[in-house]
């Protein structure tokens, strides 16, 4: 039974490991990149469209829909 228990702490620390180094390489990977003329253009439709639909249904109904799609 302690190899059971021996192999099962082995493989949780490994994949601790390897959780560990996809986040290191995620956050050096995005300090050297600068978002483009296509993706900031993007965004900002984003934005505007988000905007225009709050303006159009109203806050409390905007929210009210948010809540209950993360629900």
Same mark, same amino acid.
């Given at each position: 039974m302690t190899y059971d228990h021996r192999s099962t702490d082995l493989h949780r620390?490994?994949?601790d490991r390897e959780i560990d180094t996809l986040r290191n390489e995620r956050i050096l990977g995005a300090g050297d +990149? +600068?978002?483009g003329l296509l993706e900031r253009t993007r965004h900002g439709t984003g934005r505007a469209l988000i905007a225009a639909g709050t303006a159009l249904i109203g806050r409390d109904a905007a929210s009210l829909r948010t809540?209950?799609?993360r629900a």
């Open positions: 620390a490994d994949l +990149r +600068r978002p809540r209950t799609h």
